[in-house]
């Protein structure tokens, strides 16, 4: 399985603000996927991030509130603009099985509070 | 529109039970059927089924996919408190994007 490090951990933002979310992973991969985990619900895909072109958003994710890079084949940000309360939830990147494309890995996720 | 339903939504057992987590689907293009683990954040692995019919076990864990009736069953036998945490089933699609459920919230009492 690949080894995923994602920062922050959890971070408590003022509304208004943007933060940005690290994932790095310790071999390449083609694809680096972002998801949402709102409040007592569960995972939804915002965007595919594939390297050397733009990612692609998922029906209801716009890339100025969601804007992300993938620089390179093992590192990818997703940035959360303007933030509101509304956008409190975990953060999870994630990438495919090496031996398995099918498998998914995670990151350990970033909690993220706007007040 | 795909969809991934789980039951129940949530669950309280006592240790020593047996559970089983319903998972089924309605996808276009199915590749495979994964079940995770969460307890803080980051869902853990926990299976991978591609064929109908074929169990997977790992210690008190199992899961078996049905292809055709289009649902896959996670069993966990003698249960642990530290067996407590959300359940997550997801079906991946072609181009490895991965449709989760709604979850199962499984707590087992000492």
């Known amino acids: 399985s690949a080894v995923i490090s994602q920062k922050p951990s959890r971070d408590i933002c003022q509304r208004g603000t943007s933060l940005t979310i690290q994932c790095q992973v310790d071999?390449?991969?083609?694809?680096m996927f972002w998801y949402r985990q709102q409040p007592g619900q569960s995972l939804t895909l915002i965007a595919t991030?594939?390297?050397?072109?733009?990612?692609?958003?998922e029906s209801g994710f716009v890339i100025d509130k969601f804007p992300i890079s993938r620089p390179n084949l093992t590192f990818s940000t997703l940035t959360v603009s303007n933030m509101s309360p509304e956008d409190s939830s975990i953060y999870l990147c994630?990438?495919?099985?090496?031996?398995?494309?099918?498998?998914?890995?995670f990151g350990q996720g970033t909690r993220l509070t706007v007040v | 529109e795909d969809k991934v339903v789980q039951s129940p939504l949530s669950l309280v057992v006592h240790e020593g039970d047996t559970v089983t987590l319903n998972c089924s689907y309605e996808?276009?293009?199915?590749?495979?059927l994964l079940w995770y683990k969460q307890e803080k954040k980051a869902p853990t692995f926990l299976f991978m089924l591609?064929?109908?019919?074929i169990e997977k076990k790992s210690g008190r864990l199992s899961s078996i996919l049905d292809n055709k009736e289009l649902f896959s069953i996670l069993n966990i036998t003698a249960t642990q408190t530290g067996d407590s945490a959300v359940y997550l089933c997801a079906v991946t699609e072609y181009g490895n994007k991965l449709v989760f459920g709604a979850g199962t919230i499984l707590r087992v009492k000492s």
């Open positions: 591609t064929s109908s019919g």
């Open positions: 991030a594939n390297q050397g072109s733009e990612a692609t958003y």
């Open positions: 071999s390449q991969v083609t694809m």
């Open positions: 994630s990438v495919a099985g090496r031996v398995s494309p099918s498998e998914a890995f």
């Open positions: 996808v276009t293009n199915f590749r495979s």
